[in-house]
Structure formats: C-alpha cells, structure tokens
C-alpha cells in the first residue's frame, strides 16, 4: 500500500484501505444499510466483499479475525449548516459533512475553524450567523461534487464506464481531487483586528 490509499468500489459502498505509522492497516468502509443488512454483520460484509473483489481479498486475507470493528450510522453526507445563532459558530462535521471518499472532512474541520476565528476577531459573536451563511456557500459545491463522485464509486458499472475517461484526460483526479477541497486562509494570515 505504501502511503497511497487504496480504494474499492462495490455495489452500494466503497472500502478504503490506508496504513498507519505502526505498520498496521486502517479500513474505511462507506456502505448503504441494504447492503450490511444483506451480508449481516461488519465483519461478514469483508467476508462477502473479499469474496467478490479479490484484490481486496488479498489486503483482508491478514485480518486476524478478533480486530475491533466500529460502526457509525446515517452520515448525513451533503448537509450544510445554512444558519445559527450569535455567538454559535458550527465547525467541523457541524459545520458541513463531505462524503469520506473526498478526503476532505479535516479539511473543513480546519478551514471552519480558521474562518471562524477570522470572523469573531473582525465582529464578535454577532459575527456568527453572517459566518455559517458564508462558509455554507463556500462548501457547497465542493460537497456536492464530492457527492457525485461518492454515487459513482457506489455504482461499479458507472466507474466502469467512466474509467477510460481517466485513462485520455491526464490530471483528471487530481482536477476532480482539488475542486472537493475546501479553502482556507493560512494559519498565520493576519485577520482584521478589532479596535479596542
């Protein structure tokens, strides 16, 4: 695997496979309930998956077998916070929820909180709402092409056909890749400071 992520696309979800600084794998896997609810359980769904993709078979053929298994259910990928209250800056995952596969939920993490420190220091809590408006602008179309890009990899026959695309227009993941980031200022940027 090296420092590449490696990722496998099936029927109603994807599996993303990176390695950790100890030498240890880490699986993420973004999958419809119909799908887990088919195979029974987390663990039986690698089963089926590595049964049907054998490449990734050959990756989960050194599971031990006893590997911890966490779950979280109903990620409410595309939502965007439209609106708060003064003084209630939503960040992170509050703030806006990107698809896993954009890679991108750091990103947002840290560019909501960037932006919202900027923000405060130029106008206070009241600065808020005038925040959540903005940065939802601003995310909107990295999400919601992170979401096509997500509804893709959950259908193979569809990344089947767009795949030699790929192959003919050189730098298109890296287009596709950079057009689901969010941006941010530096940490270091000087924001406007408030008069005292």
């Known amino acids: 695997i090296g420092d590449a992520i490696e990722l496998f696309p099936f029927d109603r979800g994807y599996v993303g496979i990176v390695l950790q600084e100890d030498g240890s794998a880490n699986i993420c896997m973004a999958v419809h309930r119909s799908k887990m609810l088919e195979a029974g359980s987390p663990a039986a769904l690698l089963d089926v998956l590595a049964a ?7 990756r989960l053929a050194f599971r031990r077998g006893d590997e911890p298994i966490d779950a979280i259910a109903n990620v409410p990928y595309g939502w965007r916070a439209r609106q708060t209250g003064d003084a209630v800056f939503r960040l992170g995952d509050q703030a806006g929820v990107i698809p896993s596969l954009a890679g991108e939920g750091m990103g947002i993490a840290i560019a909501s909180g960037i932006r919202a420190g900027h923000a405060y220091i130029a106008g206070g809590a009241a600065a808020a709402p005038r925040f959540q408006r903005d940065f939802a602008a601003a995310t909107a179309r990295p999400i919601r092409l992170a979401g096509l890009v997500r509804d893709a990899a959950e259908r193979p026959w569809l990344g089947a ?6 192959g003919h227009v050189p730098g298109l993941i890296q287009i596709i890749a ?3 980031r969010i941006g941010h200022s ?11």
Not at 161 to 166: F, G, I, K, N
Not at 186 to 196: M, S
Request: charged share 25%.
């Open 161 to 166: 056909a767009l795949l030699p695309l790929v």
């Open 178 to 180: 950079s057009a689901t």
């Open 52 to 58: 049907e993709c054998p490449r990734l078979g050959d």
């Open 186 to 196: 530096p940490l270091d940027h000087a924001a406007p400071q408030k008069e005292d």
